[in-house]
């Protein structure tokens, strides 16, 4: 018998990971279609059509110390995620919320983990693979919960570097699609660039990052792409709106050409874990003007101290 390689360094001939390498599944607490089990344990069927066709829905929740930040707007994400796939919420809103209540307390014992982030998925159900949608199906609904990692104390203090990419993705980009390859691609382009986030570009204007939005300051004004089609409203969208208007900054959605986003004075990033973030260079030149010039700017700060009181007055 031939011995297997176990590990990159003893594979000769590729030097590529082998299975032994990937970190072990997680013990942490899921929940599946009724039922509480360690994730590693959670099985579905091969016939699901999430798994067949990408024919589903996902939401990411962040919490801090426990507390969930800004459900309802998430959960109000879900419902437009679930009508653009004709998917019926097989759950109320006290259901999800004790769910990813359950699984955070049970993380926060278990890990002492001191911010979670909730993964909530539903996809249309299991049948015979047809492209046509099955009426009637029992959709499958998945939940899981892990540490969010919020940026660090560096990436705060210095900004994030970023690459730019066209945007290949589908035209449907404001259903949270677990279709998410295109966004896999993309954000790749970035990893092996060694920069955190693509920043993409439909047509010559700005639509967002992989897996993040994507706002450009000009002359003291927070401009971001419009909610159409071809972005996911992030929930920081409303969040980032309700601050300008706190902090007097005027707030503008509107079609963003390349050109304005390269001549910036700041860009930031927004996700549920990036929260909001500076994008110091793009393609390797420092963003912003003077002094400025590659370092995180004030809009920024202000937008980042706005949104941890929001964080502080609103979680639940
Ligand atoms: N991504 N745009 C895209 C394409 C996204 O995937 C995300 C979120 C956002 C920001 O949305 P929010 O502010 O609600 O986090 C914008 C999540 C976090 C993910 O896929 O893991």
């Not at 297997?4 to 990971?17: G, I």
Request: charged share 20%; hydrophobic share 40%; with cysteine.
């Amino acid at each position: 018998m031939t011995p297997r390689a176990t590990s990159a360094a003893d594979n000769p001939v590729m030097n590529l990971p082998t299975p032994d390498d990937a970190p072990p599944l997680p013990d942490t607490l899921s929940y599946l279609n009724g039922e509480y089990a360690p994730l590693r344990d959670a099985r579905i069927s091969v016939l699901d059509r999430g798994f067949i066709f990408g024919d589903g829905v996902y939401d990411v929740l962040p919490a801090y110390g426990g507390r969930l930040f800004r459900f309802e707007q998430h959960m109000a994400r879900l419902d437009r995620s679930l009508a653009g796939l004709r998917i019926p919420n097989p759950l109320t809103r006290e259901q999800w919320l004790a769910i990813a209540r359950r699984l955070i307390a049970s993380l926060q014992t278990s890990k002492g983990f001191v911010n979670q982030l909730v993964y909530i998925q539903v996809t249309r159900g299991v049948a015979v693979r047809d492209h046509v949608m099955p009426p009637g199906l029992t959709p499958t609904v998945f939940v899981m919960a892990g540490e969010m990692k919020l940026a660090s104390a560096a990436q705060r203090e210095h900004g994030v570097a970023c690459v730019t990419a066209d945007d290949f993705r589908w035209q449907k980009a404001h259903i949270k699609s677990t279709s998410l390859l295109g966004s896999v691609l993309a954000r790749q382009i970035s990893a092996d660039a060694g920069a955190v986030e693509t920043v993409m570009f439909r047509d010559g204007f700005l639509s967002e990052g992989a897996s993040s939005n994507v706002w450009v300051v000009q002359d003291g004004a927070v401009l971001g792409p419009p909610r159409d089609h071809l972005v996911l409203e992030g929930i920081r969208y409303g969040l980032i709106e309700d601050i300008c208007r706190q902090q007097g900054l005027r707030f503008e959605l509107r079609r963003i050409a390349r050109a304005e986003v390269l001549a910036a004075d700041e860009l930031l990033l927004s996700s549920a874990t990036k929260e909001v973030l500076p994008i110091t260079t793009l393609d390797g030149t420092p963003v912003g003007h003077g002094a400025q010039r590659g370092r995180p700017g004030p809009v920024y700060a202000r937008l980042y101290a706005g949104y941890q009181q929001a964080v502080a007055a609103q979680s639940i």
